[in-house]
DNA sequence: ATAGTGTCCATACACGATGTATGGTGGCGC
DNA sequence: GCGCCACCATACATCGTGTATGGACACTAT
């Protein structure tokens, strides 16, 4: 093989800061074809390209390709428990509010967190069967967010005494994992739920009724 | 080019006195399999040892191993929906019954189609993100559900009014949705689904605080 | 300067899985 | 015998993964 080392590479292409560690390009690029390509249609070779980092590089950082996955639900779901922290807490400080009107807020965060992150989200979803990291790492994120909603249910006297003695937290896990669901087909488009709208108000609907047993009461009306 | 004999084998006409059809053997050998192994750590290899058969045999009769699990899919379905006709159609025609203990009863005979094809169902649900026939297959298999729910609920004029202006369609979705998750994470053996009690609970309080404003009643006295 | 060290790159390889192609075997009806 | 059909064995092209191996560059200590 004419290997000839001489007209080395081209070295970074410029413009970007060599800091920019190479770790974190592989993040984005990452993130960003994840934004338009399903996560098992796309192989290392394509993210090498996308970063523009070797091969040797990129398995020098990452285990694997699902490992990049991981790292980044990491971040997208750590940031997003944060925006939700006010939620699940000020609720049992402020127990004034509207209930209702603090279950569908959530929800709407939720939603949101859900259009913000797509790509990565819905990768691990879809990954989480062929793959016992991502799988444990998924279980693990849900398990967060149900000791959130258990916490919330706990410290609401009315929810917990209409679950009687049903487990609050087998309550809390099947309210997550709805959730959990019809975020993933509204994120892929699957209608009904490709309509925000409808999304939260029958997620909403799905929660009230469950911790207070009443339906959604002004759908849309109040300045939300 | 010998894939061009003119038209279909005589692919299972009626009595096939051959060597057990060799399709046959290829799916039962995959639902074996799948009892005990991933979907996607399982080879087409694996599947030509398990039902001896040769690897130009398996390619005669399908495409590929998603179209095995494929089949298996709605073979399972169909049989199960088979299962379930009296429940949804029995409700419409005897509007006496304790509607709960109907839905009750609905919830247990998903719990029992999960049960019985835990290895098919979870794999579809696994790997209905990577491939684009089986997820249109599993979308298709829960729009059949949701069709039936979404009956239920309109010819129960009790629950149809307490929806309200809540779509309908939305909230059979939902329902059917959350049921699968549940389903699949108790196949998994993900707590506290992996208590079938505590599943059917959870589902059932779903369903009737969703439908009717009540949690449910007497969990698990009466003679069921 | 010179050597050392750490970061990064190119290339190549071993492996395993998929799907296709080619040629062969044995039974069966004519 | 002939042709045909259901089936098998094998080989192969292709692609993706993960692991080496060895070299280029920059920065630092001596």
Redesign the interface.
């Known amino acids: 093989m004419p290997s000839k080392p001489g007209a080395q590479h081209a070295r970074r292409s410029a413009a970007e800061p060599a800091s920019t560690g190479l770790r974190e390009r592989i993040l984005s690029a990452t993130r960003e074809l994840l934004r338009e390509r399903?996560f098992?249609a796309l192989s290392v070779a394509d993210i090498l390209t996308a970063a523009e980092v070797s091969r040797a590089s990129f398995y020098f950082y990452f285990p694997s390709k699902q490992a990049v996955l991981g790292e980044l639900v990491r971040d997208a779901v750590t940031q997003g428990q944060q925006a939700a922290r006010p939620w699940v807490e000020g609720l049992q400080i402020d127990g004034s509010q509207d209930p209702v009107a603090a279950l569908r807020a959530g929800v709407r965060d939720g939603a949101r967190l859900w259009r913000d992150n797509a790509g990565v989200l819905?990768a691990i979803?879809?990954?989480?069967?062929?793959d016992d990291g991502l799988r444990a790492l998924w279980?693990e994120q849900m398990d967060l967010f149900t000791d959130a909603a258990a916490a919330r249910i706990e410290s609401d006297p009315q929810a917990r005494e209409?679950?009687?003695?049903?487990?609050v937290?087998?309550?809390a896990?099947?309210l997550t994992?709805?959730g959990?669901?019809?975020y993933y087909?509204a994120a892929a488009g699957?209608p009904?739920?490709d309509d925000e709208e409808?999304l939260v108000?029958?997620?909403t609907?799905?929660w009230t009724?469950?911790l207070y047993?009443?339906?959604?009461e002004c759908?849309k009306d109040p300045a939300d």
């Open positions: 399903r098992d819905m979803v879809e990954n989480q069967g062929s279980l209409r679950l009687g003695d049903m487990s937290r087998a309550v896990a099947s994992w709805m959990e669901r019809l087909l699957v009904p739920f409808v108000d029958v997620l609907n799905a009724s469950i047993g009443r339906p959604v759908p």
